[in-house]
Nanobody, 115 residues
Framework: QVQLVESGGGLVQPGESLRVSCAAS????????MGWYRQAPGKPRELVAR???????NYADSVKGRFTISRDNAKNTMNLQMNSLKPEDKAVYYC?????????WGQGTQVTVSS
C-alpha cells in the first residue's frame, strides 16, 4: 500500500503564497494521475488540482490561476504552489491518486489563511 506524506502547510495572510509537498513511499508519480485535495471544516473533501501521467494539469475553478501543481519524478515528490491565498483556501490539504480508488489518506497538512 502506497504511503503518502504531506508537508509544508502553515499560517499565512491573505494574498501570500505557500507551497505544500507530497512524498510517496513508492515511485508512483510517473505511473498515476495524481491530485491535490482539500477538506475544509464541515465540508467534503474536494479535488483542487490534478496532473496526468504526461504532465497535463487541471484545476478547480476556485483555484485556477492561483495554484500550480507539479511533480518531480526523480525525487518522488509532488508540489502545490499556492499564490494569492484567500481565507476560503483554509483547509487540510491531501495528495492522492486522481483516478480510481484512492490509496490510504495521509495525515494531510493544514493551511490557514488569516489576517
Amino acid at each position: 500500500q502506497v504511503q503518502l506524506v504531506e508537508s509544508g502547510g502553515g499560517l499565512v495572510q491573505p494574498g501570500e503564497s505557500l507551497r505544500v509537498s507530497c512524498a510517496a513511499s513508492e515511485s508512483i508519480f510517473s505511473r498515476y494521475a495524481m491530485g491535490w485535495y482539500r477538506q475544509a471544516p464541515g465540508k467534503p473533501r474536494e479535488l483542487v488540482a490534478r496532473i496526468s501521467i504526461v504532465g497535463s494539469t487541471n484545476y478547480a475553478d476556485s483555484v485556477k490561476g492561483r495554484f500550480t501543481i507539479s511533480r518531480d519524478n526523480a525525487k518522488n515528490t509532488m508540489n502545490l504552489q499556492m499564490n494569492s491565498l484567500k481565507p476560503e483556501d483554509k483547509a487540510v490539504y491531501y495528495c492522492n491518486r486522481a483516478r480510481g480508488d484512492p490509496w490510504s489518506w495521509g495525515q494531510g497538512t493544514q493551511v490557514t489563511v488569516s489576517s
